[in-house]
């Protein structure tokens, strides 16, 4: 029979790695409760349409890349629906903002999450179709102060934050706008025309895309293509004053914070709900897929899937490529180790060794609990692989509750009073 492996795209994470992804997100949780923003859980499936009206037809994600499926009524009062595995988390997010009645508060809706999302992309590098993204989403009527360039401000601030305190150093904000729906509309239309004489000399994708969406020609990353966008009209140009002196005060406030950031005319990205505000942090150590986390601005968002006006701003980063950009600084070489390992000697100890073991666990001590069908050599090179010292249990030090410790590094042995144990081991 074959064996069974995990599907294409997808992979099992393991210790000591997990460790990595549990500081991250720990670190991620810390940072937003001190920027106020409380945890929100959306379900991993949803109604197709959520996607196809919120992220957008054309886009890749929703035109070539989601996990869809036809899901059977079950019962006379069901009915088949088309659902679909999330390929990001702020429709969700949005969808519930609606579904719960979140604006009738009148306050901003500061929320973030940290899950699972599926896109069936071409695994590489960096890039599978099980990944995890961590993001935030401000939210909220315009009464709220929702469409103040505060708020980005504020978002692009907070991520500088997180990125330094999980020790990502070297990252680089790029930061554009690509203006309202209707500057959008407008530079649409000068791209479309603009595109007309130099479609044809582009790659197929590049084509399409001229005729389809032509802002996507912006993400084109065919080599050959580069000289030719270079050429066509910036986004800036098209932006009418309101959306110009929005990024200028988003601009202002992030000098103010001394948040550094480099301008990127191309930078629009690749879903279609962005307004204003668009921005990404990239990071030299990742190859190809240097995005570590992209976000913007979707200021039209909710009435796109049927809600109330509430603009917003948000961002997803990328888990997995924080781990990977960690493990390439290097910053995490030192496997963990238990405190102590305890080695009954002889089968008969193996339940005091149990008692023993819960002991010192409770008392907070990281314990790996050995077993005592292995002869002493066995035990001891055992231990030396998982813990840092190592305390030998048989019938004597049972009942003279005098336990013989030894540490791997120094190879000091030492004799410890059962009381005082807990204390001597965490040191
Ligand atoms: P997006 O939702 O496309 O704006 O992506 C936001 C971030 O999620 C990117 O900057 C990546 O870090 C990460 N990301 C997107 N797609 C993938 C993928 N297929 N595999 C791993 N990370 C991804």
Same mark, same amino acid.
């Given at each position: 029979?074959?064996?069974? !492996?995990?599907?294409?795209?997808?992979?099992?994470?393991?210790?000591?790695?997990?460790?990595?992804?549990?500081?991250?997100?720990?670190?991620?949780?810390?940072?937003?409760?001190?920027?106020?923003?409380?945890?929100?859980?959306?379900?991993?499936?949803?109604?197709?349409?959520?996607?196809?009206?919120?992220?957008?037809?054309?886009?890749?994600?929703?035109? !070539?890349?989601?996990?869809?499926?036809?899901?059977?009524?079950?019962?006379?009062?069901?009915?088949?629906?088309?659902?679909?595995?999330?390929?990001?988390? &702020?429709?969700?997010?949005?969808?519930?903002?609606?579904? $719960?009645?979140?604006?009738?508060?009148?306050?901003?809706?500061?929320?973030?999450?940290?899950?699972?999302?599926?896109?069936?992309?071409?695994?590489? !590098?960096?890039?599978?179709?099980?990944?995890?993204?961590?993001?935030?989403?401000?939210?909220?009527? &315009?009464?709220?102060?929702?469409?103040?360039?505060?708020?980005?401000?504020?978002?692009?601030?907070?991520?500088?934050?997180?990125?330094?305190?999980?020790?990502?150093?070297?990252?680089?904000? $790029?930061?554009?706008?690509?203006?309202?729906?209707?500057?959008?509309?407008?530079?649409?239309?000068?791209?479309?025309?603009?595109?007309?004489?130099?479609?044809?000399?582009? #790659?197929?994708? #590049?084509?399409?895309?001229?005729?389809?969406?032509?802002?996507?020609?912006?993400? #084109?990353?065919?080599?050959?293509?580069?000289?030719?966008?270079?050429?066509?009209?910036?986004?800036?140009?098209?932006?009418?004053?309101?959306? !110009?002196?929005?990024?200028?005060?988003?601009?202002?406030?992030?000098?103010?914070?001394?948040?550094?950031?480099?301008?990127?005319?191309?930078?629009?990205?690749?879903?279609?709900?962005?307004?204003?505000?668009?921005?990404?942090?990239?990071?030299?150590?990742?190859?190809?897929?240097?995005?570590?986390?992209?976000?913007?601005?979707?200021?039209?968002?909710?009435?796109?899937?049927?809600?109330?006006?509430?603009?917003?701003?948000?961002?997803?980063?990328?888990?997995?490529?924080?781990?990977?950009?960690?493990?390439?600084?290097?910053?995490?070489?030192?496997?963990?180790?238990?405190?102590?390992?305890?080695?009954?000697?002889?089968?008969?100890?193996?339940?005091?060794?149990?008692?023993?073991?819960?002991?010192?666990?409770?008392?907070?001590? $990281?314990?790996?609990?050995?077993?005592?069908?292995?002869?002493?050599?066995?035990?001891?090179?055992?231990?030396?692989? &998982?813990?840092?010292?190592?305390?030998?249990?048989?019938?004597?030090?049972?009942?003279?509750?005098?336990?013989?410790?030894?540490?791997?590094?120094?190879?000091?042995?030492?004799?410890?009073?059962?009381?005082?144990?807990?204390?001597?081991?965490?040191?």
């Amino acid at each position: 029979m074959s064996t069974l !492996k995990a599907v294409r795209g997808t992979r099992d994470l393991l210790p000591p790695e997990t460790a990595l992804w549990n500081r991250i997100e720990a670190t991620a949780r810390s940072v937003f409760s001190r920027y106020n923003f409380g945890e929100i859980r959306t379900p991993v499936f949803e109604d197709t349409a959520l996607f196809s009206r919120g992220v957008g037809e054309e886009t890749d994600i929703v035109s !070539k890349e989601m996990y869809t499926w036809e899901d059977r009524a079950r019962a006379q009062s069901e009915k088949t629906q088309t659902l679909t595995l999330r390929p990001e988390n &702020t429709a969700g997010v949005v969808r519930a903002y609606i579904e $719960h009645g979140l604006g009738e508060s009148g306050q901003l809706q500061k929320l973030y999450y940290i899950g699972p999302q599926f896109r069936r992309e071409r695994p590489q !590098k960096g890039r599978y179709r099980q990944f995890s993204q961590i993001g935030a989403e401000v939210i909220g009527p &315009t009464s709220a102060g929702s469409e103040s360039p505060l708020r980005d401000a504020e978002v692009l601030e907070m991520l500088a934050t997180l990125l330094d305190e999980l020790g990502i150093a070297g990252w680089t904000l $790029h930061l554009n706008s690509v203006g309202s729906a209707a500057d959008r509309a407008r530079y649409n239309q000068t791209l479309r025309e603009a595109l007309v004489p130099l479609a044809p000399q582009m #790659c197929a994708d #590049c084509q399409r895309r001229a005729e389809t969406n032509p802002l996507r020609v912006l993400d #084109c990353k065919v080599p050959a293509d580069q000289p030719l966008i270079d050429t066509l009209p910036v986004i800036a140009d098209s932006l009418d004053e309101a959306s !110009k002196a929005h990024f200028a005060a988003v601009k202002a406030a992030l000098d103010a914070a001394g948040v550094p950031y480099t301008l990127n005319p191309r930078l629009v990205r690749g879903l279609d709900y962005y307004t204003r505000t668009t921005f990404e942090f990239t990071h030299g150590g990742l190859g190809a897929q240097n995005a570590l986390l992209g976000g913007g601005r979707y200021d039209g968002l909710s009435e796109m899937i049927g809600g109330p006006k509430a603009p917003g701003i948000g961002f997803a980063m990328g888990e997995d490529r924080l781990v990977l950009t960690l493990l390439a600084l290097d910053q995490n070489s030192a496997p963990p180790q238990a405190d102590a390992y305890i080695a009954p000697l002889g089968e008969s100890m193996n339940a005091a060794a149990l008692a023993l073991a819960r002991e010192l666990r409770h008392a907070g001590v $990281h314990v790996e609990l050995g077993d005592g069908s292995f002869r002493l050599k066995k035990s001891f090179e055992s231990g030396n692989k &998982t813990a840092r010292k190592i305390v030998i249990l048989g019938e004597d030090e049972l009942e003279s509750g005098i336990l013989t410790v030894k540490d791997f590094s120094s190879g000091v042995q030492t004799k410890v009073p059962r009381a005082e144990l807990a204390g001597f081991l965490q040191n």
